[in-house]
Structures are given as structure tokens and as C-alpha cells.
Antibody, heavy 120, light 107 residues
Framework: EVQLLESGGGLVQPGGSLRLSCAAS????????MNWVRQAPGKGLEWVSV????????YYADSVKGRFTISRDNSKNTLYLQMNSLRAQDTAVYYC?????????????WGQGTLVTVSS | DIQMTQSPSTLSASVGDRVTITCRAS??????LAWYQQKPGKAPNLLIY???SLESGVPSRFSGSGSGTEFTLTISSLQPDDFATYYC?????????FGQGTKVEIK
């Protein structure tokens, strides 16, 4: 069974930084692309970033490009999201999501999410 | 970013109704469009990818169509389990985007 457990969320001041982690189990982590998707309270979904399984290709939403960095450690089965220069509009629940299939990078299995609140 | 606009934002329907949701892209995305269903407090579930390909395990009453800039998700006969919010997502460019969502409510 696929399990994804996000951590690292919390309250941070505008301009601050936070690093999210996603511990994966139940599948061959190194074989799948991984996504971060966020959802502000009561709002819709916003795709944030995706990273390929092993060659380091990364893509970002325009809203986070240059501020957020996605990375992974396949030896630790862990996905990361480094978030810098945080803004109030980054407040959301952040989900990590495993790609549907090796050839289809869309978010498939999702974690329970971790809440990031950006406020002074 | 490519902007995705869904219509309507809210839809009231009855069990057994045929329901259609539209998603428009601000520029051509070929067929690189997915549809998701999300129920309150739950993670989204992929229904359709590549505009019209039904994901494994998804009931056949769901179907997708379209290409270029206009796409539709159709539920042929709405079931009680289908009351949820539906999102389209484009994955044509290197920066993917979701639509704002369509909530399907009980009439």
C-alpha cells in the first residue's frame, strides 16, 4: 500500500523559509516522479512542482518559481520542498503526490498534507 | 502560466441526470488535460487523462472529450457518489495548472 507522510509545516513569518518533507513507502520510490500540490483553506487545488524519478528534472508553477526548490533523496525514500521568501498567499495545505504511473507524471496517490501558515 | 477556466463553478443536479462540465485553456494544450474528483476532506482522485482516456477503476459513466482549448467532462447518469468537486488540470507546458473547480451539488 502506498503511504506518503508529509511533515515540516507550521507557522512562519512573511519572508521566512520552511522545508517540507514527504516520507514514502509501499512502492519503489526511485521509479516514480513526485509532485507537490497545495490547497489554500476552502479553495481549489494549485499544482506546485514535479521532479522526475532519477535524472533530476524539475518543473515549477510560475507562482513559486525562483522561491521554491523541489528535491528528492532516493536512498531515503524522501521528497522535499524548500520554500524561501514565503508570502501570505503561500498559506495552504501542501500535499505530496506520487505519479500515477512511471510514464504519466500526474498526481496519483496523495498524502494527508501538512499545513503551512504564513503570517506575522 | 496557461490559465484554465471551468464552467459552471457550481452545478445543481439530480441523480440520473446527464452532467457536463467545461474547461477552457488560455492557449492550445493539445490533449494534455486531466480531470480529478475531490470529495470533502479527501485527496483528489484521477478520473481522466489525455483528455479522453479513462483511468483504471473509474466507472464508465465518466467520459472526457476535447482538444486544443476546449474540453468537457461528462457524467452520463449522475450517481449519489458523484456529488463532489471536479477539477481540470493541463500538463502541456512545463508549468502545470488546475482549473478553479466545479462543485456538483444535489438539486
Amino acid at each position: 500500500e502506498v503511504q506518503l507522510l508529509e511533515s515540516g509545516g507550521g507557522l512562519v513569518q512573511p519572508g521566512g523559509s520552511l522545508r517540507l518533507s514527504c516520507a514514502a513507502s509501499g512502492f519503489t520510490f526511485s521509479s516514480y516522479a513526485m509532485n507537490w500540490v497545495r490547497q489554500a483553506p476552502g479553495k481549489g487545488l494549485e499544482w506546485v512542482s514535479v521532479i522526475s524519478s532519477s535524472d533530476g528534472r524539475t518543473y515549477y508553477a510560475d507562482s513559486v518559481k525562483g522561491r521554491f526548490t523541489i528535491s528528492r533523496d532516493n536512498s531515503k525514500n524522501t521528497l522535499y520542498l524548500q520554500m524561501n521568501s514565503l508570502r501570505a498567499q503561500d498559506t495552504a495545505v501542501y500535499y505530496c503526490a506520487k505519479a500515477v504511473r512511471m510514464q504519466l507524471w500526474l498526481p496519483g496517490s496523495w498524502g494527508q498534507g501538512t499545513l503551512v501558515t504564513v503570517s506575522s | 502560466d496557461i490559465q484554465m477556466t471551468q464552467s459552471p463553478s457550481t452545478l445543481s443536479a439530480s441523480v440520473g441526470d446527464r452532467v457536463t462540465i467545461t474547461c477552457r485553456a488560455s492557449q492550445s494544450i493539445s490533449v494534455w488535460l486531466a480531470w480529478y474528483q475531490q470529495k470533502p476532506g479527501k485527496a483528489p482522485n484521477l478520473l481522466i487523462y489525455k483528455a479522453s482516456s479513462l483511468e483504471s477503476g473509474v466507472p464508465s459513466r465518466f467520459s472526457g472529450s476535447g482538444s486544443g482549448t476546449e474540453f468537457t467532462l461528462t457524467i452520463s447518469s449522475l450517481q449519489p457518489d458523484d456529488f463532489a468537486t471536479y477539477y481540470c488540470q493541463q500538463y502541456n507546458s512545463y508549468s502545470w495548472t488546475f482549473g478553479q473547480g466545479t462543485k456538483v451539488e444535489i438539486k
